[in-house]
C-alpha cells in the first residue's frame, strides 16, 4: 500500500464481535501520530458487544447489524462503508464470516487476527486443540482476509511458548497481550511504514 503521512491517514472500520481489547489497542494506535490508519466506525453484529463502549469512549461512530439475513446486510455495510469513505477493515474478534462477494469488494484491504500460527488451528477453539496435541509453541497471526476461513496471505506471526501447566485461559491471556502489540505491527507493515 501507499506510503502515508499523518496527514493522509486511511480510514478505518473495526469489526467486533466481543470484547474489544484489540479494538481499543487498535484506537490508541490509531491515535498515534504515526500511525497510518484512523478508526472512524467501529462495526458489530451483537447488539450486547462488550467492545462497543468504546464507541462512546472515543467518539467513534458505531454501528451495528443484524446478520440474518447476510446478503441484505452486507449491501447495507458497503454502502455505509463507502459513505464513510472506508479504506481499511480490520477484524478484530469478530465472529461472523464474510462472504466471497463481500470480501472481492474489499480485496486486499482486510485484515484479521486469529490466535493460533497460521495455517494451523484454523477455526474456534484454538486453544483447547492447541493443548490437546500437546504443541509446545502457539502464538497469533494478522493476515489478509480471503475466502477461504483463516487462510489469506500472513502479514505478521508472533510465537509464545507453552508451559506444562498452561490452560486454555492462560494460553489466551498469553496470546492476547501479543495481538496488541501484532496488530498494530501488521499495520504498519501492510503500509511500508
Ligand atoms: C482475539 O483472541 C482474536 O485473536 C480472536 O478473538 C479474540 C478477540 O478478543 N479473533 P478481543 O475482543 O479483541 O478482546
Known amino acids: 500500500m501507499e506510503k502515508l503521512t499523518g496527514a493522509n491517514k486511511i480510514n478505518s472500520a473495526v469489526f467486533i464481535s466481543g470484547k474489544g481489547s484489540n479494538l481499543k ?83 486486499g484491504k482486510i485484515l484479521n487476527i486469529h490466535p493460533s500460527l497460521l495455517p494451523k488451528y484454523k477455526g474456534l477453539y484454538t486453544h483447547e486443540r492447541v493443548l490437546q496435541n500437546r504443541e509446545k509453541v502457539s502464538g497469533c497471526t494478522v493476515h489478509l482476509v480471503s475466502a477461504k476461513l483463516d487462510s489469506g496471505k500472513i502479514i505478521l506471526q508472533k510465537k509464545v511458548k507453552i508451559r506444562k501447566k498452561e490452560t486454555p485461559k492462560s494460553l489466551a491471556k498469553k496470546i492476547l497481550i501479543q495481538e496488541h502489540r501484532l496488530y498494530p505491527k501488521a499495520i504498519l507493515k501492510i503500509f511500508n511504514l
Open 25 to 107: 489497542n487498535l484506537i490508541n494506535f490509531s491515535l498515534n501520530k504515526n500511525s497510518p490508519i484512523r478508526v472512524s466506525l467501529i462495526l458489530s453484529n451483537k447488539y450486547d458487544a462488550k467492545g462497543l463502549r468504546y464507541a462512546k469512549k472515543y467518539r467513534i461512530k458505531k454501528k451495528i447489524y443484524n446478520f440474518k439475513n447476510q446478503i441484505k446486510v452486507e449491501k447495507k455495510i458497503l454502502k455505509d462503508l463507502n459513505t464513510n469513505k472506508i479504506g481499511l477493515i480490520c477484524l478484530a474478534g469478530f465472529m461472523k464470516i464474510l462472504s466471497k462477494n463481500f470480501i472481492a469488494k474489499f480485496k
